[in-house]
């Protein structure tokens, strides 16, 4: 499914478990998020400020989580623009084929854990805006 609008990107609270001695967050394929995962990868050692991303994917589905720290994702789908912050370990950000994607503003020591539909394929990846509209048919 090719997502239409920012708005077919949704917010996951993830089931948390534990007490003053800490939590632990567990994701399960095709339970707690709607694909199964085929890659993980994460951000780090991003300068505080910073932005990354700043792509559309054609198949892939994403959901990224913030493991430590903050960070905003600006989404875009050649019509509307939505801002969304990440700034809590149990609650992630699943973002569909067809949207434009972009991690902004970092905190300083912010980890994106990126959980992804498919291995890594360049050809997936819609790097140009402008092509970006085009493959929407804008």
């Known amino acids: 499914m090719i997502a239409q609008t920012v708005f077919d990107c949704t917010l996951i609270y993830l089931n948390q478990i534990g007490d003053r001695n800490g939590h632990i967050t567990a994701v399960n394929n ?22 990354r991303g700043a792509h559309a994917h054609k198949e892939c589905h994403q959901f990224l989580v913030a493991a430590s720290g903050a960070y905003e994702i600006l989404l ?18 699943h973002i569909p084929p067809g949207i434009w994607a972009s991690e902004i503003n970092f905190s300083s020591g912010s980890i994106c854990l990126v959980m992804a539909s498919h291995t890594y394929a360049e050809g997936d990846y819609i790097r140009d805006y402008d092509e970006y509209l085009k493959f929407k048919g804008l």
Do not use: C, H, W
Request: glycine fraction near 10%; proline fraction near 8%.
């Open 30 to 51: 095709d339970e707690a998020i709607p694909f199964a995962v085929n890659r993980v990868f994460y951000l780090y050692d991003i300068p505080g400020g910073e932005s």
């Open 76 to 93: 875009n789908d050649g019509k509307t623009q939505r801002q969304v912050m990440l700034n809590r370990p149990n609650v992630g950000l």
